[in-house]
């Protein structure tokens, strides 16, 4: 009677495959230690406060997050929510001085939904590279803003008090804006897993010439994209300036590397066709919290994005790893 031998798995390649398997696991078990180190520094900074603080600023970052998961599926890139967010909230900011709050909300969102559609039609038509189109309508928007802003400067700016309540505003200990952010999240989350326009985003992303034989219109599906993400990052830019209350024009900018960091570290593939905007939400509070902690280390801010962008790179580099050896 003959035996055959089992040859055991090597336990770093089950560890890979685990994280892999179960990428959230490894990201909530990060989250947790970074908050403990933030303890030991500075003991008795979590408190109910410090998270609600926390929760307030992870937010914006994980809507632009979503943004750049949704166009990260299909191998692309989104670099212009930065600038729609600052110009939504910029016109808006300078708009309700002198107009109803409902038409400035449409005289704010407008810029974003024609950046969106510039950037699906440049990216689906006529097959620009999303990193040169994102950033060249970037740019543009970045000039119109300065223009922009010349016509208003005498009229100065306002916050409404309904964006500062939802930005800065706490009920029983938790920020107010959960009630944009958990239906937002969860609409994302039910799009990405459950609608065809969803399946549609993972299938470009996996093998683009595959999906246009099987009949689907490739163009139609990335001006949509590219619309839905300048749209949801005109929203930000509303949040944001009603947490910050100080209406600029770079106020987004900082955050679209974290933005793209977050999607990564949340195990959203560049190269598109993987990941999830579950991932992405923990990457934006791990960022979020990170940053807390770079704070009281005194880390610059210059050192700060040289680390965001380390971040990117490992990270994609360990997933090429994953991958070959899967």
Not at 21 to 32: F, K, Y
Not at 113 to 126: E, H, K, P, R
Not at 152 to 165: E, M, R, T, Y
């Amino acid at each position: 009677m003959s035996t055959t031998a089992i040859t055991p798995v090597p336990f770093g390649r089950r560890v890979k495959r685990f994280m892999a398997d179960r990428p959230l696991i490894p990201l909530v078990i990060l989250l947790v230690i970074l908050v403990v180190i933030l303890q030991i520094l500075r003991p008795g900074i979590v408190n109910e406060r410090w998270i609600a603080n926390t929760i307030k600023f992870a937010i914006p970052l994980a809507i632009l997050a979503g943004c750049q998961t949704m166009t990260m599926l299909t191998g692309g890139i989104d670099l212009s929510v930065g600038t729609v967010a600052t110009m939504s909230a910029f016109i808006m900011a300078t708009q309700v001085v002198n107009q109803d709050p409902a038409l400035a909300f449409l005289l704010a969102m407008m810029p974003a939904v024609l950046i969106g559609l510039v950037n699906g039609i440049g990216v689906g038509v006529f097959r620009v590279h999303p990193l040169i189109m994102t950033l060249g309508t970037s740019l543009i928007g970045t000039g119109c803003l300065q223009v922009y802003q010349r016509t208003v400067i005498a009229s100065g700016a306002k916050i409404p008090d309904f964006l500062a309540w939802l930005g800065t505003g706490v009920t029983w200990g938790m920020p107010n804006a959960l009630l944009l952010f958990v239906p937002l999240a969860a609409l994302i989350v039910f799009t990405l897993n459950r609608t065809g326009f969803g399946r549609l985003l993972y299938a470009v992303g996996d093998n683009e010439r595959a999906t246009r034989l099987s009949g689907v219109r490739y163009w139609q599906v990335i001006t949509a994209l590219y619309i839905t993400s300048s749209v949801l990052a005109g929203i930000t830019g509303l949040l944001y300036i009603g947490l910050i209350k100080a209406p600029s024009l770079s106020l987004a900018e900082p955050l679209v590397l974290p933005s793209v960091a977050a999607a990564v570290i949340g195990g959203t593939s560049i190269f598109g066709g993987r990941g999830g905007y579950t991932g992405t939400i923990i990457g934006a509070l791990i960022l979020t919290v990170l940053t807390t902690l770079l704070t009281i280390l005194q880390m610059p801010e210059g050192a700060r994005r040289i680390l965001f962008g380390l971040i990117v790179l490992f990270v994609t580099a360990a997933y090429l790893r994953i991958v070959e050896e899967r």
